[in-house]
T-cell receptor, first 113, second 115 residues
Framework: KAGVTQTPRYLIKTRGQQVTLSCSPI?????VSWYQQTPGQGLQFLFE???????NKGNFPGRFSGRQFSNSRSEMNVSTLELGDSALYLC????????????FGPGTRLTVT | AQSVTQPDIHITVSEGASLELRCNYS??????LFWYVQSPGQGLQLLLK??????LVQGIKGFEAEFKRSQSSFNLRKPSVHWSDAAEYFC?????????????FGKGTKLTVNP
């Protein structure tokens, strides 16, 4: 079974631009969560989607948004990029059952210049 | 405040030596507990988890962890470290209240293995 895939793997953007990152979960998984990883703040939860509905949102500004499609694929969007948005963005998928096991993709490395 | 603490930012051990990585949590109710490993340039891989029951849990790659309620700790151990274990290790929790699968991570411990 294929793992979680994220595209693109690397991205360089300029301040003020917007960016869209994509995540394809493991087949059969209906829950997708996004995390931001930076050296200073560590791993922080962005949001969780299940069956196309946002179930939880972390403490991030409204510039960060996401959505989930009917095939469980998810995208996250960051508008008006700031230098501090440079990070590794990780996507995780799960069945959202009682196992609480989340499977992570390799991440998208975003650099904002 | 609710938090997960990994006191050691960086640990260096010799290959073949034993390893213990510390994790403490601060939650009103015992959360679900996890250890993840991240190799350079990679995502996170689940090593093991604890929900309830036997306080010593076995994971993949020869790792185990012990839950101690009295100390609010969930330390990760390995009897004999291999060079391939060099990576960053994250302790994480899912609070049992709230109906969320949101993982709350510690800051991580970077493990260096000397030959």
């Amino acid at each position: 079974k294929a793992g979680v895939t994220q595209t693109p793997r690397y991205l360089i953007k300029t301040r003020g631009q917007q960016v869209t990152l994509s995540c394809s979960p493991i087949s059969g998984h209906r829950s997708v969560s996004w995390y931001q990883q930076t050296p200073g703040q560590g791993l922080q939860f962005l949001f969780e989607y299940f069956s196309e509905t946002q179930r939880n949102k972390g403490n991030f500004p409204g510039r960060f948004s996401g959505r989930q499609f009917s095939n469980s694929r998810s995208e996250m969007n960051v508008s008006t990029l700031e230098l501090g948005d440079s990070a590794l963005y990780l996507c995780a998928s799960s069945y959202r059952d009682s196992s609480y096991e989340q499977y992570f993709g390799p991440g998208t490395r975003l650099t904002v210049t | 405040a609710q938090s997960v603490t990994q006191p050691d930012i960086h640990i260096t051990v010799s290959e073949g030596a034993s390893l213990e990585l510390r994790c403490n949590y601060s939650y009103g109710a015992t959360p679900y507990l996890f250890w993840y490993v991240q190799s350079p340039g990679q995502g996170l891989q689940l090593l093991l988890k604890y929900f309830s029951g036997d306080t010593l849990v076995q994971g993949i790659k020869g790792f185990e962890a012990e839950f101690k309620r009295s100390q609010s700790s969930f330390n990760l151990r390995k009897p004999s470290v291999h060079w391939s274990d060099a990576a960053e290790y994250f302790c994480a929790v899912v609070p049992t209240q709230g109906g969320s699968e949101k993982l709350v991570f510690g800051k991580g411990t970077k493990l260096t293995v000397n030959p």
